[in-house]
Structures are given as C-alpha cells and as structure tokens.
C-alpha cells in the first residue's frame, strides 16, 4: 500500500500563490508518475499537472499551464505544486495521486493513477 498527504491548501487572495505538498510512505512508487487533480463543487475532478520520476517529463493541464510548476523530491519522495496568479475559478480540492507503473500515455487520466490523498481545500477569493 501506498499512502499520499497532501498539506499545503489554504485561503489566498487572486494573485496569491501557494505550494502544495504530497508526502508519499510505504510502498516504493518510485517507477511511476505522480499527478495532482482537482474537484470544484459540483464539478467533476480534473486533471492539473504530472510529473515522471525523474522530474524530464511533466505535463499541464492549458488551465494551469504558465502558472504552476510540479516539482519532486525523490529523497523526500514528495511532489510539489507551486501555483502562482491564483485565480478564484483555482478554487477546488486539490489531490494528489501515484501510478505504480509509469504511464506517459495516460499521465492526465485518473484511470491511470493507483493511489490517491485525501486531497487539500484551495480556496481563492476574488
């Protein structure tokens, strides 16, 4: 098993940024991508950024891209998701999930992810 903590969420102004955590224990995922996903209320969860263990490969959802950056810690075997320009449409929890297998094909599909966090509030104020 594998258990992902998100940490990091909280209140911010439009404009603001933030940088949310997802601290990865147990069983070694180090051979997979890991991503970050999104639900608004009343929305369905979606797709925001990836990134393939060794940090060469990440990839954006258009919403995000030019205003956040995925970054890991393989030491730490943490992801990060610094989101700057935050706008209050970012407004959404924010999980985290691991792939066990590497899968670039699928990397923004949430079929393609085995574990996922709890997930962290975002919220954005205009």
């Known amino acids: 098993q594998v258990q992902l903590v998100e940490s990091g969420g909280g209140l911010v102004q439009a404009g603001g940024s933030l940088r949310l955590s997802c601290a990865a224990s147990?069983?070694?995922?180090?051979?997979?991508?890991m991503g970050w996903f999104r639900q608004a209320p009343g929305k369905e969860r979606e797709f925001v950024a990836a990134?393939?263990?060794?940090?060469?490969?990440?990839y954006y959802a258009d919403s995000v891209k030019g205003r956040s950056t995925i970054s890991r810690d393989n030491a730490k075997n943490t992801v990060y998701l610094q989101m700057n320009s935050l706008k209050p449409e970012d407004t959404a929890v924010y999980y985290c999930?691991?792939?066990?297998?590497?899968?670039?094909?699928?990397?923004?599909?949430?079929?393609?992810?085995?574990?996922w966090g709890q997930g962290t509030q975002v919220t954005v104020s205009s």
């Open positions: 990134i393939r263990r060794s940090g060469g490969f990440t």
């Open positions: 999930a691991a792939q066990l297998v590497l899968n670039i094909v699928s990397i923004a599909s949430q079929k393609s992810y085995d574990y």
């Open positions: 147990g069983r070694t995922v180090s051979t997979g991508a």
